[in-house]
T-cell receptor, first 115, second 115 residues
Framework: KAGVTQTPRYLIKTRGQQVTLSCSPISGHRSVSWYQQTPGQGLQFLFEYFSETQRNKGNFPGRFSGRQFSNSRSEMNVSTLELGDSALYLC??????????????FGNGTRLTVT | AQSVTQLGSHVSVSEGALVLLRCNYSSSVPPYLFWYVQYPNQGLQLLLKYTSAATLVKGINGFEAEFKKSETSFHLTKPSAHMSDAAEYFCAVSGSSNSGYALNFGKGTSLLVTP
């Protein structure tokens, strides 16, 4: 089975711009979760989608949004980028989703740099 | 809500020595517990998971963890460290709470292996 695929791998944007990151989950997985990882804050949960519905949301401003398509692929969007948005953004898929005993399977992330 | 605390943000061991990474959980119900490893510039990879079938859980790369309910602990061990074990390790707890289903990660422990 192919793993979780995130594109692009690296991204450089300017303050004020917006960005869209893409995630293709493992085939058959209906849950996709997004995380932001920075050296200072560690792993922070953004949101989880299950069968196209947002099931859980972390404590991030409204500039961060996401969606999931009928084929379970997911995108996250960050508008009006700030320098502090520079981070590794990780996507993870699972069969049952968060809160259950099915583990998350992570992609290699998208490294976003905001200048 | 469920949470985990990883004791020690950095652990250093000599090659061949015992690896012990500590994780304590907080949960009002029997939890699902996981250990993940992250190598530089990669996503997280599942090492092992506890789902109440057995208190001693064996994972990949020679790692194992023991669930101790009386101590609310789920420490990760490996008898003999290898240079390739140098990475960031995350403990995580999955379950339900008043705020819904969630998977909560610890802040991570960076393992350094010296020759």
């Amino acid at each position: 089975k192919a793993g979780v695929t995130q594109t692009p791998r690296y991204l450089i944007k300017t303050r004020g711009q917006q960005v869209t990151l893409s995630c293709s989950p493992i085939s058959g997985h209906r849950s996709v979760s997004w995380y932001q990882q920075t050296p200072g804050q560690g792993l922070q949960f953004l949101f989880e989608y299950f069968s196209e519905t947002q099931r859980n949301k972390g404590n991030f401003p409204g500039r961060f949004s996401g969606r999931q398509f009928s084929n379970s692929r997911s995108e996250m969007n960050v508008s009006t980028l700030e320098l502090g948005d520079s981070a590794l953004y990780l996507c993870a898929s699972s069969s049952q989703g968060q809160g259950y005993n099915s583990p998350l399977h992570f992609g290699n992330g998208t490294r976003l740099t905001v200048t | 809500a469920q949470s985990v605390t990883q004791l020690g943000s950095h652990v250093s061991v000599s090659e061949g020595a015992l690896v012990l990474l500590r994780c304590n959980y907080s949960s009002s119900v029997p939890p699902y517990l996981f250990w993940y490893v992250q190598y530089p510039n990669q996503g997280l990879q599942l090492l092992l998971k506890y789902t109440s079938a057995a208190t001693l859980v064996k994972g990949i790369n020679g790692f194992e963890a023991e669930f101790k309910k009386s101590e609310t602990s789920f420490h990760l061990t490996k008898p003999s460290a290898h240079m390739s074990d140098a990475a960031e390790y995350f403990c995580a707890v999955s379950g339900s709470s008043n705020s819904g289903y969630a998977l909560n990660f610890g802040k991570g422990t960076s393992l350094l292996v010296t020759p």
